[in-house]
Every structure is written in structure tokens, then in C-alpha cells.
């Protein structure tokens, strides 16, 4: 099944036999919890709330859920909470990580100490949104907004890889990879517009394989038709873009906050390239987006 909207990510995420055990790390939030709550009733996943046991308790009950029905696993502020979570990983009893009320760089820091056994050898992170807009056809990803400052030619191409692993695991056999400059032709003087056009060259090598990239290519390009077609502009990607590789964290975080700030678009995230899928939506993040991050998640750990 083709993963076009969040409902059928949400869909996706409950028809799975098998459901995904997610660490919550600091679980004691409020928007977390309803999130989880909603994702537990409705067979998404099987939740181990990590923290501060008695404000676990007390939100679950204010939620109108048993508090006796959850995995809650008390833990001594947010460093013995990611201990917790990491022990229960790499015992094989999560398969995937929440950040809940704590500080996205302490929760990262946990996730790349090398000690912890997360990041695979030789394997690169980045960070992956999905949104879904009211002018644009369908849902789609941007990548990477939030770790990756400045990358290279080389890691945008991990950056891609990584993208394309968990749509193909989303239902995309070829998916449409936009990467994003200012300009659609290669100019000596822009770095991002050289990136693009070379991470184009390298698909049409076969070198990376799985997906259709056009690059450089502006985003009304990638994202109307009607502008490409005013254009001139031909392209399988033009209008109709699956993924957008933005230049740097700057220029992602920017395009994102305006999608959602601006653009009323709904969004849910994950980090790619760890051991298990890792959820780091912000702490402001409103429930919905929490709720749909976990499916993202769990369809993310049965496709890997």
C-alpha cells in the first residue's frame, strides 16, 4: 500500500501483526502521553513510559487511562531515563525511542555516544519530516532540517538513501527526490546547485539507486506543476515531488516551520540511520503530530 496521507499511515500502522515496543524517555508530558494513549488504543504500538512514575500515573488517570495497563518503568531524572531506555534496546525489549519532556540535545547525545551501541558502524543520522499540505497533492518529506548543518556531496547522498529506505518501506517503488537550490542549472558558484546536479548524475549512473532525482530544481518546480509548466520545465519530478533534499539545516528548518507555520501543514517526524526508528518531535509539538510520528515510527521499524 502506496502511503499517501496520514490516515493511511495511521491505517498502516494498525493493520501490522506485530506491534513496536517504543521507549518513551521522560514520559511525565502531557502531549506525549495523550499521543501515546491514542496510538496504544488503536494497536500502533506497545508503550514503555520511562521517568517520573508518579506523574505518569497521574496524567494517565487525567487522560481517563489505567494507569495499571502501561509498562511504566520509574527512573530518576532524564539521564536515568535514557539509560533505562537504552538498556531496554539493546536487550531486543524496544524497538524504537521517544524523546518526551527533556532537552532534544541531551536526547540526541544519549543516541550518538557511541558506548550506547545505537548508531551502526559507519551509519550517518539525519532527520526526516513528513507533511501534509493544503495545496499539495499528497504527503511528502523534507530531509534534513535538524542535524546535519552543512552537508557534503557525500552525506547528502547517505541523507537520501536514508529517505528513500523508509519510503520504500512507505510504499514508493521509485520515489521522487527534489534537491532544492535557488536556480535549475548547475552554476560553479552555488554549492548546492553543483550538489544537485551531481547527486542527479549519480542516479543516472545507478549509482544511487531506488529513485527518480532531479537536481538542482527549485521548490515551486518541485512542487507545482502549473509553475513548471509556465516554465518549461520538464521533469518526472516537477509538480509532483516525493522528497525534497534541502541544502542546509538553516534552509530546512526555515522551509519547515513555514510549511507548518504559515502553510497549516500537519507533520510527523523520525531520525533515520540509528538501530531503531528515533521520534524527536519538539516538546511544543501539538499531540496530532506526536501520534502521527509514532505510526511514521512503527511503520519505519517493521519496514527495516
Known amino acids: 500500500m502506496k502511503i499517501t496521507c496520514f490516515e493511511d499511515l495511521a491505517a498502516e500502522a494498525k493493520r501490522m501483526a506485530k506491534k513496536t ?15 501515546v494513549i491514542q496510538a496504544t ?21 487525567r487522560f481517563g487511562a489505567d494507569p495499571g495497563g502501561f509498562d511504566i518503568v520509574p527512573a530518576n ?58 495545496k499539495y497533492h499528497k504527503l511528502f518529506a523534507v530531509s534534513d532540517f535538524g542535524l546535519n548543518t552543512y552537508p557534503d556531496l557525500a552525506l547528502k547522498r547517505i541523507i537520501i538513501e536514508n529517505a528513500v529506505r523508509l519510503l520504500h518501506a512507505l ?28 547527486l542527479k548524475e549519480m542516479n543516472q549512473r ?3 539507486s531506488g529513485c527518480i532525482v532531479e537536481g538542482p530544481i527549485s521548490f515551486d518546480l518541485a512542487t507545482s506543476a502549473e509553475a513548471a509548466r509556465i516554465k518549461g520545465y520538464l521533469s518526472p519530478v516537477a509538480g509532483d515531488a516525493d522528497l525534497l533534499i534541502v541544502p542546509d539545516i538553516a534552509a530546512g528548518n526555515m522551509l519547515v516551520k513555514c510549511l ?45
Open 171 to 198: 510504499g514508493h517503488e521509485s520515489p521522487k527526490v527534489a534537491v532544492l537550490s535557488s536556480v535549475e542549472k548547475v552554476n560553479p558558484k552555488m554549492p548546492d546547485a553543483v550538489d544537485g546536479g551531481a
Open 260 to 304: 507548518t507555520g504559515f502553510g497549516g501543514a500537519r507533520t510527523a517526524g523520525t531520525v533515520l540511520g540509528a538501530a531503531v526508528p528515533v521520534i524527536l518531535t519538539s516538546r511544543s509539538a501539538e499531540a496530532s503530530d506526536k501520534y502521527y510520528s509514532i505510526a511514521l515510527a512503527a511503520c519505519a521499524a517493521a519496514g527495516f
Open 206 to 208: 545507478g549509482e544511487l
Open 77 to 134: 531524572g532524564a539521564e536515568d531515563s535514557l539509560q533505562k531506555a537504552v538498556a531496554l534496546i539493546k536487550a531486543g525489549k524496544a524497538g524504537a525511542i521517544m524523546k518526551g519532556i527533556l532537552e532534544s540535545g541531551q536526547f540526541m547525545k544519549a543516541i550518538l555516544d557511541k558506548e550506547n551501541g545505537l548508531i551502526p558502524a559507519g551509519g550517518k543520522l539525519s532527520l526526516i519530516g513528513f507533511y501534509e499540505a493544503p
Open 41 to 61: 488504543k488503536d494497536g500502533i504500538m506497545v508503550p514503555a513510559l520511562i521517568g517520573n512514575e508518579a506523574r505518569i500515573r497521574a496524567l494517565l488517570a
Open 21 to 35: 515496543v517504543i521507549a518513551v524517555v521522560e514520559a511525565q508530558d502531557e502531549h506525549t502521553l495523550e499521543s
